[in-house]
């Protein structure tokens, strides 16, 4: 009532403020006494008010146990004065992300209400922002199994959850989600944590449902898009691929992301489009070196050798020390047979760049190159053993190339067949297994080879 009052003087005086300029007489007079009205009411209100100040100043004097406070905090729950005090002031340091100055608080808050479970909830994820696990887990377990209130049990559950998570224990995490979502149904986070476990656990097919349930719950999910996206490519469906990649650069207009659906379409086949979308990266972020090496590995692969390395410098210009484009246009040359040229880039190199798999297999075709066969081989073997299957099918490629240099030709065929094996999508390989089948007059083994390269050719990629 009091408030109320306030408000209606203070429009009466901001009415009188507005009219008294520009008013005459009877107007003027008026707005005068009303002025004159409300000054008198105040002046009462104040000496009523500072005669209250002293009976309640004369009243602690004599009773100090009346300045304790209590304050009602959450949902029906009463703290004594100094807990809301160090609640708030850990909330401040909290939300600040001082999470060990805000520690301290929130201790104090669950050592003086131990009941007060938005406090040992607040200290849990303090222990948790400072990756000390064991006591996050403590706390939250312990809000978990006392808690009455459904939204702070699933909350806890999918802490628990979270806990398990930073220690790589996805199978136990995955229970904790599932018991925060028997809760509460609606968090999105819990969804999309399960389709992560379960994509973690290369269980790819069971991460799907969860990831499109996170989606439905908040459609702007990009996380959830990229995920579904690499759920697919696991299961070498391009076009659900490409769906979801695309989503998700609609959502982040990321140049990340461009990089990456440039990259998908390479590792399916479709240069065409890769080359699309490395030139669009490329005129989206000008600086981003990857994107020419994208761009120009396509136009090697289109059969545009000389602008494929234009277009390699350009990125060398920009990143001249990057080791990916650096072993491109080394190998460029080596191709090109331009064998002085590789050996002034290969002398420029760092000794730890040189112990790399990939310029240990460029090395070996070098050593091809000058007819050290033996030195070839020894290179290309250490490369086979790389835990990369992508680089561990280099190494067989380029064994495969030294043997059949060798008229190894049954040896080279088994190189072969392995390369192609690690790097399905990669065709050459394939195509000189097909010509050591041919050279060792098994026709119908050449024919399945160069078949399975024609197929490659003709069907659009998905």
């Not at 009455?148 to 979270?162: E, K, N, S, T, V």
């Not at 020419?292 to 390395?309: F, I, N, R, T």
């Not at 002034?344 to 066969?373: N, T």
């Not at 790389?386 to 680089?391: A, E, N, S, V």
């Amino acid at each position: 009532m009091f408030d109320q009052w306030l408000e209606q003087v203070k429009q009466h005086l901001e009415k009188i403020e507005e009219q008294y300029p520009g008013s005459v007489d009877p107007d003027r007079s008026r707005l005068r006494e009303e002025f004159h009205q409300i000054q008198q009411v105040c002046d009462h209100v104040l000496e009523g008010w500072i005669s209250l100040e002293e009976r309640v100043s004369s009243l602690l004097n004599e009773e100090p146990d009346l300045a304790a406070e209590e304050e009602e905090v959450g949902e029906e729950f009463w703290l004594d004065g100094q807990v809301v005090r160090s609640f708030r002031e850990g909330q401040g340091y909290y939300q600040l992300k001082m999470f060990g100055e805000a520690k301290p608080y929130f201790d104090q808050v669950v050592k003086e209400a131990p009941d007060f479970l938005l406090g040992r909830v607040y200290l849990a994820l303090s222990d948790f922002q400072q990756r000390k696990w064991d006591d996050a887990f403590r706390e939250f377990h312990l809000v978990a199994e006392t808690s009455d209130h459904p939204r702070f049990a699933a909350f806890a559950r999918h802490m628990l959850g979270c806990v398990h998570v930073q220690r790589g224990e996805d199978e136990k995490a995955i229970r904790q989600f599932d018991k925060a979502l028997t809760l509460n149904p609606e968090n999105g986070d819990a969804w999309f944590n399960l389709g992560a476990c379960q994509y973690r656990l290369g269980q790819y097919a069971e991460a799907i449902p969860y990831f499109f349930h996170a989606l439905h719950l908040d459609r702007d999910d990009w996380e959830a898009m990229y995920y579904l996206s690499c759920c697919y490519k696991e299961a070498g469906e391009w076009e659900g691929v490409h769906f979801w990649r695309r989503a998700v650069y609609e959502k982040t207009n990321s140049p990340a992301v461009m990089e990456t659906i440039a990259q998908d379409f390479e590792e399916s086949g479709d240069v065409e489009a890769a080359l699309r979308w490395y030139r669009k990266l490329a005129a989206t972020d000008p600086k981003r070196a990857s994107a020419y090496h994208g761009m120009s590995w396509s136009l090697w692969l289109k059969g545009c050798q000389e602008e494929a390395l234009l277009v390699l410098q350009k990125g060398l210009t920009i990143d001249p020390r990057n080791p990916d484009t650096l072993f491109t246009y080394v190998w460029y040359l080596l191709q090109q047979g331009d064998l002085g040229q590789v050996e002034k880039a290969l002398a420029k190199l760092p000794e730890e760049m040189m112990a790399h798999p990939l310029w240990m297999m460029l090395r070996s075709r070098l050593f091809v190159h000058c007819q050290e066969f033996d030195r070839a081989e020894e290179a290309a073997r250490k490369v086979v053993h790389h835990q990369d299957p992508f680089t561990r099918s280099l190494g067989h490629y380029q064994l495969g190339r030294i043997f059949l240099d060798r008229k190894q030709i049954h040896e080279a065929a088994g190189e072969f067949q392995k390369a192609q094996q690690l790097s399905p999508h990669w065709k050459e390989p394939l195509f000189y297994q097909g010509l050591c089948h041919l050279l060792d007059g098994k026709i119908d083994g050449t024919r399945q080879c160069w078949e399975q390269i024609s197929l490659a050719v003709h069907t659009p990629a998905q």
